[in-house]
């Protein structure tokens, strides 16, 4: 400090008083925001994937920054991750989906939803116009693809069947991941249609794909994509996360309303490892069509539809994902409310 306080007389000296005064705020006066900022770590839902610009382009185009916020962002590897950290309050705020909540919220009501970032699920049931499966009865005595064993898209199918009163065993499952190629095996013979996110039904069609596509949500209404804490947290950092909200409302809007999104992904890219940056197109589309999907939630000022919690609740108990539970209290609105008072 003593040495600052040296460097910063030598600087001065010799220069007019009026000069030196409006040096100042360009000098010190960023150390001085950044003293004032407060801190917070978010941790996304899987990576630094370009869809959750939300976030990144939050932080990078100064949005957080407005807000009064310093939002470390870290790269999360999946819901269960999210909820332990969350939990453990090493991060403030995740998102995860609903689904995943209401599953995570079952063993352990300590954490609690505080806005919907993504109001419809992110995952589509694709098969081939040739041989379309268009509702789960289609599926009996098939082989449907997941991402993963007992991850988001193997309790959708499950909750898929129980919504039409199908037996779980009456349909064969297969681990597929969620990339195009999964195609190739409905192509095949090998599975009758395969749970991927709406990305991949986006590159799909881009690639010009016979593919047969509808929303999960169809069958199986649930709340989207949603931020969430814990509970303890909640208690003492609700104006942070306020503040948390308000900033990506606030980048929300302003992507809205730009013509040329290039210098978004410049920006993001400057500082976060985005692998879809590095595509031909600089991942320009799926930021379009990214940006699509939080259209709605933006206008809802992130708002959530209760009926869709219990919906999926019911759905969870009915294919035996989870136990019957009293305390429903998995959304908290009361972070919104401070963050959109205005």
């Known amino acids: 400090m003593k040495d600052l306080i040296l460097d910063r007389r030598r600087l001065l000296k010799g220069v007019p008083a009026v000069a030196a005064t409006a040096m100042m705020p360009s000098l010190f006066g960023r150390s001085a925001l950044a003293a004032e900022l407060t801190e917070m770590t978010y941790l996304t839902p899987f990576g630094y994937l370009i869809s959750f610009v939300e976030t990144m382009y939050a932080d990078t185009g100064g949005f957080f920054e407005k807000n009064g916020l310093s939002v470390h962002i870290e790269g999360g590897r999946g819901s269960s991750m999210a909820v332990q950290q969350v939990t453990a309050q090493r991060a403030l705020v995740s998102r995860t989906g ?56 193997e309790n959708l199918l499950d909750m898929m069947l129980a919504a039409g009163d199908i037996e779980k065993d009456g349909v064969a499952r297969e681990a597929v991941g969620n990339a195009p190629a999964a195609f190739q095996l409905v192509q095949q013979g090998r599975i009758a249609a395969f749970i991927a996110t709406s990305n ?24 989207g994509q949603v931020y969430m804490t814990s509970k303890a947290q909640l208690e003492t950092s609700k104006e942070t996360a306020a503040k948390f909200l308000s900033g990506v409302e606030d980048c929300l809007g302003a992507m809205m309303g730009m013509d040329d999104l290039a210098p978004v992904v410049a920006s993001m890219a400057e500082k976060y490892d985005i692998a879809e940056s590095k595509r031909p197109d600089g ?32 759905l969870m108990v009915k294919a035996k994902l989870i136990d019957p539970i009293d305390d429903l209290g998995f959304f908290d609105d009361s972070v919104r409310a401070i963050a959109f008072k205005g």
């Open 283 to 314: 991942g320009l589309s799926v930021l379009k069509e990214s940006i699509k999907a939080y259209e709605k939630p933006y206008a809802d000022k992130l708002a959530t539809d209760p009926a869709k919690w219990k919906s999926a609740y019911e």
């Open 98 to 153: 609903g689904t995943d909540l209401i599953k995570a919220y079952a063993a352990d009501p300590s954490i609690v939803a505080i806005a919907e970032i993504v109001q419809k699920d992110l995952f589509y049931v694709i098969s081939s116009k040739d041989a379309p499966i268009e509702k789960p009865e289609d599926m009996v005595g098939k082989t449907i693809g997941i991402v993963s064993a007992a991850g988001a898209t």
């Open 200 to 223: 991949t039904v986006f590159q799909l069609n881009v690639d010009k794909q016979p593919i047969h596509a509808w929303s999960t949500d169809e069958f199986a209404p649930c709340p």
